[in-house]
T-cell receptor, first 109, second 115 residues
């Protein structure tokens, strides 16, 4: 989706933190999501944040939302090789999900 | 609980052939949608439905038809397949906003090749 933008690749070392960034344009978005896609599989919801929140933490995952700049980020603490996947941000509009291009996270041992 | 079921998982078509990709969900979700995934382009919305009898176009609807005669099923029809429709297709379903966790559930995908 051209209205949601992500960088395409990120490479980190095992044990480091990963930060995946996303920008969106629709200020009326109610929820913003992070999905994970492993090779050959469908999409799995990782976490979501309501648009009136600034931050949400869920175990190793931290989501930050800057509504003024329309910027969303996903931080994965202590990144593991099992976190290697494509990560999509998405915003919801009237029941539709608009996805970014996906960020391929590569975790090197 | 099966969730969202897509069939077939793989399909090869010749240019000009037609076919239907099936999608069924057993979660009584109001919303259903079809996406295609192409490298470097994320998931693009083809068609979506907010309830039985209601469908609407997404970002890339040309060459595809949908119908929603029941809450459970949302088939995607390719009218005359073209090589540009080679892609991985995902079906998703969710409750309408305001009714619980706003999570969209995805099928495992259909990998379609048009030769």
């Amino acid at each position: 989706g051209e209205d949601v933008e992500q960088s395409l690749f990120l490479s980190v070392r095992e044990g480091d933190s990963s930060v995946i960034n996303c920008t969106y344009t629709d200020s009326s978005s109610t929820y913003l999501y992070w999905y994970k896609q492993e090779p050959g599989a469908g999409l799995q919801l990782l976490t979501y944040i309501f648009s009136n929140m600034d931050m949400k933490q869920d175990q190793r995952l931290t989501v930050l939302l800057n509504k003024k700049d329309k910027h969303l980020s996903l931080r994965i603490a202590d990144t593991q090789t099992g976190d290697s996947a494509i990560y999509f941000c998405a915003d919801s509009r009237g029941g539709k999900l608009i996805f970014g291009q996906g960020t391929e996270l590569s975790v090197k041992p | 609980n099966a969730g969202v079921t897509q069939t077939p998982k793989f399909q090869v078509l010749k240019t000009g052939q037609s076919m239907t990709l099936q999608c069924a969900q057993d979660m009584n979700h109001e919303y259903m949608s079809w996406y295609r995934q192409d490298p470097g382009m994320g998931l693009r919305l083809i068609h979506y439905s907010v309830g039985a009898g209601i469908t609407d176009q997404g970002e890339v609807p040309n060459g595809y038809n949908v119908s929603r005669s029941t809450t459970e099923d949302f088939p995607l029809r390719l009218l005359s397949a073209a090589p540009s429709q080679t892609s991985v297709y995902f079906c998703a379903s969710s409750h309408k906003p305001g009714t619980g966790i706003p999570e969209a559930f995805f099928g495992q995908g259909t990998r379609l090749t048009v030769v």
